[in-house]
């Protein structure tokens, strides 16, 4: 799956992030861990499931410049705000274009934040211009965003029946019903998931 020298790029990927924010950095690691669990469950193959390891530690690199104030922002963000936070898939793939060792994933890490119906950024792609593998890893890095956040929230929360993963599913396909996610592969994630927090096989 990895090549020569990956894990030692990775560890460095690592590093950095996390010497920038330490929950960016523990979040690369839950990201390669379920993208990989994602990835052996649908079937890919060993250079899409390289290419999703990647992602999980570039896809973030541009945040690295985004002041704390707008990037650990709780409130609503201002539109200039939300502009400064739209441009960091560019400089992540600007960061990875700059090393031959990372550049074959710039154009992947560059589309992440596209949507199918072209509402993303910051190319506004549609569609198949939005490679598999990084539709594979949009829905990885959603739910974590909403799962971990669910999660702080509901430490002094009280408790609740209600799976915390479930507002992952309904986000997601609020997503896929205004057409920027694709369905089939929604479906396949929302079985994926709950067999992931609830143990299965």
Same mark, same amino acid.
């Given at each position: 799956m990895l090549h020569s020298g990956d894990t030692e790029i990775l560890n460095f990927l690592e590093q950095i992030q996390l010497a920038r924010n330490v929950t960016a950095g523990l979040r690369c690691y839950r990201l390669r861990t379920m993208c990989l669990h994602f990835g052996r469950w649908l079937k890919l193959t060993q250079e899409q499931m390289r290419q999703l390891i990647f992602l999980s530690y570039c896809h973030g690199l541009g945040k690295i410049g985004i002041p704390d104030a707008i990037?650990?922002?709780?409130? &609503?963000?201002s539109d200039q705000e939300w502009a400064k936070i739209r441009e960091y898939p560019e400089v992540s793939?600007?960061? #990875?274009?700059?090393?031959?060792?990372?550049k074959e994933f710039a154009p992947l890490v560059r589309?992440?934040?596209?949507? /199918?119906?072209?509402t993303g950024y910051?190319?506004?792609? &549609?569609r198949e211009k939005i490679p598999y593998v990084?539709?594979?890893?949009?829905?990885v890095n959603v739910a974590d965003a909403i799962i971990s956040k669910?999660?702080?929230?509901?430490?002094?929360?009280?408790?609740s029946d209600r799976p915390y993963w479930a507002?992952?599913?309904? !986000?997601?396909?609020?997503e896929m019903q205004a057409g920027a996610?694709?369905?089939?592969? #929604? !479906?396949?994630?929302?079985?994926?998931? !709950? /067999?992931?927090?609830?143990g299965g096989s």
């Open positions: 990037l650990l922002k709780p409130g &609503t963000l793939a600007l960061m #990875c274009s700059q090393l031959p060792i990372l589309s992440h934040q596209e949507r /199918l119906n072209g910051p190319d506004g792609l &549609t990084v539709q594979v890893f949009q829905l669910r999660l702080h929230r509901a430490r002094n929360a009280p408790a507002q992952a599913v309904e !986000e997601i396909t609020k996610r694709d369905p089939e592969l #929604c !479906e396949k994630f929302f079985r994926f998931l !709950e /067999l992931y927090y609830r």
